[in-house]
């Protein structure tokens, strides 16, 4: 059993509040939040005035710290880079790929996953806890590829789910699909009735098109207003259809290089706070220096400001995780904690069916806390009542860089 201890600070963030005070953890669960000091005899950890914050979940994210989801070793490595990051659970998302990697990789989430809930029986750390498995392809439209490599892009058919499934053993949660593309109604439908969370994405659909696959069973914009067809007063495309059907919840990588701030305003506003939520769609490359990198046969190069792109221009996923789209959300927009809390981890906490037991501070729920400095950097991290250690970063082997 995990030990119990307290948590102070001046600013704990609630659902609806920012509140003076502790929170006391006890066998991995938040026992108590209340104002003041923590109770007398008891070990208490003061934070002063930092953030403490329900931890972050980040249902898309495909790697970091030149760790990936190819073995069951990177993908717990992964989920400790991510902890030190403030993220304590999470979707890997494995990379389109040919079929001979691409199958190895949904088992090697699969077996991570298990050797999680071992390490957390014995109280051992585990780093970010894996949620489930993300699919962002292989069912997506050639025309709105971004980085994906083309040649493993494939129309929707059920042999290739019925692989997917064999192996990865019940762990895949979300799949992203592009409806237009040839069979892909029929696919959503399907996944829809065998309850997998389905998301429009990488789609040049008009917004009739994307209309009829929200009808089918979408339920997700894939990182809103990106690989997508825009919004034009003629032609609204799909983030016309996304920003004015309630049925869909909007993803969006807040990194301030993706989308501008002002268009993340925009979707807040059409929404509502419910229906947003931020995702770091990180990559292999994340948290390492600028410079050129090859991974997965592909080459990309990540400038001084941390914007990662392809040969062609094409931006490249993200270089950033989750405490920079909660920076933007409280300070770049003005909206504070409260919300950004919201978008960071109550709401994909509801879109992953987990928010009985996460997505906030509240007592009953998994003590999964982090707590963030004034410059928004984490200071601490505390998954299921464990807390995180500093990683070894010696992952920089796993990615060539020419620099």
Known sequence: MVKQFALTST?????????????VVADGKIE?????????????????????LPGFIDLRIHGTGGWGVDSEESVLNMARIL????????????ATAAMEFFLPSLTAAKTAADKQQEFLTMGKETGAEILGLHLEGPFLNVQRKGAMPEEYLL??????????????????????????????????????????????????????????GIDAGITVANHMYNAMTGLHHREPGCVGAYLTDDRVVCEIIADGIHVH???IEVALRCKGPDNI???????????????????????????ERGVSRKADGTIAGSTCLMPVGFET???????????????????????AGVADRKGSLEVGKDADITV???????????????????????????VRTKL
Request: hydrophobic share 40%; aromatic share 4%.
């Open 372 to 398: 963030l400095d004034a410059d928004y950097k984490v200071s601490h991290c505390c998954v299921q009542g464990v807390w995180h250690k500093t990683p070894d970063k010696s992952a920089q082997h796993l």
């Open 11 to 23: 600013r704990i963030v609630t659902e609806d509040s920012v509140i003076s005070g502790h929170i």
């Open 277 to 303: 939520f931020l995702i770091s769609d990180a990559i292999l490359a994340s948290g390492l220096p600028a410079g050129d990198y090859e991974f997965l046969n592909r080459s990309i190069h990540i400038d």
């Open 155 to 212: 129309d929707p058919d059920l042999e290739t789910l019925r692989l997917f499934e064999e192996n990865a053993h019940g762990l895949i949660k979300r799949i992203t699909i592009a409806p237009e593309i040839p069979g892909g109604l029929e696919m959503i439908a399907e996944l829809k009735k065998r309850g997998y969370t389905v998301a429009g994405g990488h789609t040049a659909a008009s917004a009739e098109e994307m209309q009829a």
């Open 83 to 94: 902890a030190d990051n403030g993220t304590t659970s999470f979707y890997p998302s494995p």
């Open 329 to 351: 959300i409280a300070e770049t927009l003005g909206h504070g904690p409260v919300l950004a809390a919201k978008l960071a981890a109550t709401n994909p906490a509801k879109v």
């Open 261 to 263: 701030p002002l268009a």
């Open 32 to 52: 108590s939040i209340g104002p003041g000091a923590a109770p007398e005899g008891m070990e208490n950890i003061d934070v002063g005035s930092n953030l403490v």
